[in-house]
């Protein structure tokens, strides 16, 4: 019996949780809903992502800042635990901004995902 291939989705979960853990070695992030509407206000935050169970009424909040500071957004495939356990932290996340890559390519590679 030959082994089981992965889909499409679980891959791209997997590939943006490694270039997820690059970006918390090597760049700089927030994490929080609180925290991404400042980013946004200010004009910091290069990519938003949101967890998939994110309330429906948070979500299209931040899609609409992100709209007004042309930022770009990724809806996180996985969960909550899922996003905070590809951030190397050991609690839940609902949203995290990135303001700086680091060595990372999550940006060119979420942009390209969604598109």
């Known amino acids: 019996m030959a082994p089981a291939s992965k889909t499409k989705a679980a ?3 997997e590939s943006i949780a490694s270039r997820l853990s690059l970006v918390v070695k090597s760049g700089k992030y927030t994490l929080g809903y609180k925290s991404a509407l400042k980013q946004m206000r200010s004009g910091k935050a290069k990519l938003v992502l949101i967890a998939g169970n994110c309330p429906p009424l948070r979500k299209s909040e931040l899609e609409y800042y992100a709209m007004l500071s ?3 957004v990724h809806h996180f495939s996985g969960t909550n635990v899922a996003l905070g356990t590809a951030a190397g932290k ?3 996340v609902g949203v995290m901004t990135i ?3 680091g060595d990372s ?3 060119s590679f979420a942009e390209g995902n969604t598109a």
């Open 11 to 13: 891959k791209t979960s």
């Open 70 to 72: 042309k930022t770009s």
């Open 90 to 92: 050991l609690f839940r």
């Open 99 to 101: 303001t700086d890559p």
């Open 105 to 107: 390519d999550l940006l």
